[in-house]
């Protein structure tokens, strides 16, 4: 081998950790807050993988927060336990932006967002306003360079009218699939030994049944419906409080994630804060997830 060629193999950049099959660097939130259950069963599952997770993640709830971002001085909690993880009093993407500035040394940084397991669904038009999709988006958005990011929920189980958070054994379960999952479609973003998609993220939704007891994993397209209808009604002098409707019929398509999350399937539907881009190669995923279906 000549001078050259190694001079031009050592000009060449190394290739993303997302584009392998490695251990990644991943920075973990969420939009429950950072003591949430969800995010806790989801740390464990990760690092348990064998991956190197730091979670920054909000102190309280911050639901419907979109891509929101706090300008102010953010104040910060670190867990006595664990110096890994950040409690923030901040938004979701403020924690995810902080986190994956301020908790890598300079020159390093996450090589995936995941943010969840939220408690419950968001699909269709919801994504517009879930804090938890916005915390995932925000690395895409705001960081330099970007970084990919998952979202990840779980549709509460029991009825419409009376809904319920899983048990601790179902969450756990949940975040293992995810793993699972997540190992089969890290190498979606990329082309070869390119990160590909940087400024993409997959918004995957678990359906309120036991896992046992779903039906596959399917690539799904973003619906234009919603269950979450508001309106705000008078409660006191100078006050309103909000008042939950009971939506109309869905007109969604059947390859929509509103129509197969309710048939039972854990839906993946990749989504880009450039909201004008719609050929994401979504057959390249589901030959990727293929790998993942449930056993």
Known sequence: MTAASLASQAAEPASPAICGSGPLEILLTNDDGYQAPGIRALYDALREAGHHVRLAAPVTNASGSSVSFTWSTVSVVRDPADPNVLGVAATPATAAVLGATALYPPGHGPDLVVSGINDGEN??????????????????????????????????????????????????????HLVRLAGGARRWFCDGVRLARPTTVLNVNYPARPLAEVRGVAVARQGRSTDLQLRFEPSGPEAYASRRLTPTDSSDA?????????????????????????????????????ATKFQ
Do not use: C
């Open 254 to 290: 059947a390859d929509s994630d509103v129509k197969l999350l309710a048939e039972g399937y854990v839906t993946v539907t990749p989504i880009s804060a450039h909201l004008g881009e719609t050929d994401l190669p979504v057959e390249d995923l589901k030959r990727r997830l293929d």
């Open 123 to 176: 699909t269709g038009s919801l994504l517009a306003i879930s804090g938890t999709v916005g915390a995932a988006l925000a690395g895409t958005m705001l960081l330099d360079p970007p970084v990919p990011g998952i979202a990840v929920n779980a549709e509460r189980m029991g009825t419409p009218d009376s809904p319920h958070t899983r048990s601790p054994d179902e969450i756990a379960r949940v975040a293992r």
